[in-house]
């Protein structure tokens, strides 16, 4: 499965979460060390919520970018 991402700096550090996987989180020092902590962070959160017996949410967020001239 493939789910988006939002990874947001914050004043000091790097945060991210899952749109689509309400509480899972990460952070870390760099972008690079939060796209891989966020990814085990979701492994985690599918593996408890699969040991639970929840469903697994499809992935459905969109990710785009819009330019804007100001």
Known sequence: ?????????TENNYSAYV???PGCVATGKTPQETERLIQEAIA???QGMKEDGLP???PSSQVEYIEVSV
């Open 44 to 46: 985690f959160h599918l």
């Open 1 to 9: 499965m493939r789910y988006a991402i939002v990874i947001e700096k």
């Open 19 to 21: 749109p689509d996987l």
């Open 56 to 58: 697994i949410p499809d």
